[in-house]
Nanobody
Framework: VQLQASGGGLVQAGDSLRLSCAASGLTSSFGSYVMAWFRQAPGKEREFVAVIRRYGGRTSTTDSVKGRFTMSRDNAKNTVYLQMNSLKPEDTAVYYC???????????????????WGQGTQVTVSS
């Protein structure tokens, strides 16, 4: 399984960005994968940002991005998106797309439980 993340960039505080993550080489239908975004800021550990569950796509986000970030999936395109609005300087990080076909509900927020990772895309928000 390969994950290709894109859409990062340099923006000003208050701007929006949409990240995309396209999956290929899947061993089962894309809809059967839980997909998530994590991010890692300089000098900090990687942290959970958002997750979208299988098929029907119920989502969860970390508290710091609630009301600003929205995750969605297009199973026909094997792609997930992270719409990021009202960006803040503290959102600056490398954003990673990740996937798992076997992860369980209680493990969704821990990056150690995901099998596949994209290369990351840099998001920089200036004040």
């Amino acid at each position: 399984v390969q994950l290709q993340a894109s859409g990062g960039g340099l923006v000003q505080a208050g701007d929006s960005l949409r990240l995309s993550c396209a999956a290929s080489g899947l061993t089962s239908s894309f809809g059967s994968y839980v997909m998530a975004w994590f991010r890692q800021a300089p000098g900090k550990e990687r942290e959970f940002v958002a997750v979208i569950r299988r098929y029907g796509g119920r989502t969860s986000t970390t508290d710091s991005v609630k009301g600003r970030f929205t995750m969605s999936r297009d199973n026909a395109k094997n792609t997930v998106y992270l719409q990021m609005n009202s960006l803040k300087p503290e959102d600056t990080a490398v954003y990673y797309c990740t996937a798992s076909s076997r992860i369980i509900e209680s493990s969704l927020y821990n990056d150690a439980n995901y099998n596949y990772w994209g290369q990351g895309t840099q998001v920089t928000v200036s004040s």
